[in-house]
């Protein structure tokens, strides 16, 4: 009965390569959120959506594409993977009317080589 | 633009008192919360003030002084089992929470 769940845990791929990260959640939330940490451990917004809806899209490559099938999930697809690209990826969820209140999923270590 | 500061790293023997601070700027401030992150492990979501005072839930306390932009979490008794990162952050009228650069705490027997 996992709340938030991302597969894979552990990603290790190629400079060039196209890759995905799946989310999924299943606490009714209508807002879901992908995060990036880096190796300093700083954890950075890059989108939100809310209902299937693209909300936040902050100041992200543009290789990096969100997809919502519908609200309990949330994919995040990223071509021509870079060497900066390594991080770890956070997938979260909340209530819409509690943005503040968000469930982290166990993360995906994307380690580009 | 909004920012965040907090100590980079605390130290404490079990079963002491440590304060993690948190002073902020933001536009549109609605509330400030606190993140608990164990190595290798998912931020997990410990408290939330919107308005000035202390909040307590159990051995955690968090604190908030919107005049002074400022906040803190109070760990009490505590265990070696707390030692982890914490990060305070804010939420605006942007829908999306600012994350602060976290503090790294460390519990010594």
């Known amino acids: 009965d996992t709340a938030v769940s991302q597969t894979p845990k552990y990603l290790v791929t190629q400079m060039g390569n196209d890759k995905s990260i799946k989310c999924e959640q299943n606490l009714g939330h209508d807002t879901m959120y992908w995060y990036k940490q880096d190796s300093k451990k700083f954890l950075k917004i890059m989108f939100s959506y809310n209902n299937k809806e693209l909300i936040i899209n902050e100041t992200v490559p543009n290789r990096f594409s969100p997809k919502s099938p519908d609200k309990a999930h949330l994919n995040l697809h990223i071509n021509s993977l870079e060497l900066g690209d390594s991080a770890v990826y956070f997938c979260?969820?909340?209530?819409?009317?509690?943005?503040?209140?968000?469930?982290f999923g166990p993360g995906t270590r994307l380690t580009v080589l | 633009g909004q920012s965040l500061e907090q100590p980079s790293e605390v130290t404490a023997v079990e079963g002491a008192i440590v304060q993690i601070n948190c002073t902020y700027q933001?536009?549109?401030?609605?509330?400030l919360s606190w993140y608990q992150q164990h190595d290798g492990g998912a931020p997990t979501f410990l408290s939330y003030n919107a308005l000035d005072g202390l909040e307590e839930t159990g051995r955690f306390s968090s604190f908030l002084s919107r005049s002074d932009s400022y906040g803190y979490l109070l760990l009490q008794e505590l265990q070696m089992k707390d030692s982890a990162s914490y990060f305070c952050?804010?939420?605006?009228?942007?829908?999306?929470?600012?994350f602060g650069t976290g503090t790294r705490l460390q519990v010594f027997p």
């Open positions: 933001t536009s549109g401030f609605y509330g």
């Open positions: 979260a969820s909340s209530q819409v009317k509690e943005p503040d209140t968000q469930y």
């Open positions: 952050a804010v939420g605006g009228n942007t829908d999306k929470l600012i």
